[in-house]
């Protein structure tokens, strides 16, 4: 069985600061990592992915995540934080074949001080 | 290009009505489909999925059905809504060869 924790549901950093966002897992099988925005009565967007090779991956608007097996954590981080990056975000992981079904964390709304 | 459409955008059906939400996906063939609800606060919760015409699968018990009428069409349904139906309700696809998942703008349903 896979499940995803995401610690702290509401996160709040000034604009330019460090932004991390924290997800862990656990799996029986290899598991595909996935992080997702979503901003206000909108669906959600992928930021970047894990699947193998790899283990820091980068995705869009300048977000970036470390895939930890030791430490079956996958947190996403950006250097410095904008206005536009306030929205909800979401972990998820899928097993490596199959039908793909996602289980996705209960997310994280990120707010951006001015 | 691929592209997902729901309508409608938003809902408001009383208690007891029926329900059909409609979900297409362009561009792309024999695509895995899904459908999520996220409740207020809380994160998604996989419906059902579909990996081919009249494949359905359910994750969880209630009183929602999905059909898969078309290759490219998903549609959740209920013949009698309950007050705990409200919510966001999102389609994705995955595409033939694929693992990442890439989901429609959703439904609004308020139930009164």
């Known amino acids: 069985a896979q499940s995803v924790t995401q610690l702290g549901s509401h996160v709040s950093v000034s604009e330019g600061a460090l932004v991390l966002l924290r997800c862990n897992y656990s799996?029986?099988?290899?598991?595909?990592l996935f992080w997702y925005v979503q901003y206000p009565n909108q669906g959600l967007q992928l930021l970047l992915k894990?699947?193998?090779?790899?283990?820091l991956v980068k995705g869009i608007n300048g977000f970036e995540a470390e895939f930890k097996k030791s430490e079956t954590s996958f947190h996403l981080t950006k250097p410095s934080a904008h206005m536009s990056d306030a929205a909800e975000y979401f972990c998820a992981v899928s097993p490596s074949s199959g039908t793909y079904k996602y289980i996705f964390g209960t997310g994280t709304r990120l707010k951006v001080l001015a | 290009s691929q592209t997902i459409h729901q309508w409608p955008a938003t809902l408001v059906q009383p208690v007891g009505s029926p329900l059909s939400l409609e979900c297409t996906v362009e561009g792309t063939s024999n695509p895995n489909l899904y459908w999520y609800r996220q409740a207020a606060g809380r994160g998604l919760q996989l419906l059902f999925y579909?990996?081919?015409?009249?494949?359905i699968s359910s994750e969880v018990p209630q009183n929602l059905s999905a059909s898969r009428p078309q290759d490219r069409q998903f549609i959740l349904s209920s013949k009698k809504l309950l007050l705990s139906d409200s919510g966001f309700y999102l389609c994705?696809?995955?595409?033939?060869?694929?693992?990442?998942?890439?989901f429609g703008p959703g439904t609004r349903l308020t139930v009164t």
């Open positions: 579909s990996v081919g015409i009249g494949q």
């Open positions: 799996s029986s099988v290899p598991p595909y």
């Open positions: 994705a696809w995955i595409t033939g060869g694929g693992y990442e998942q890439y």
């Open positions: 894990y699947t193998t090779g790899a283990t």
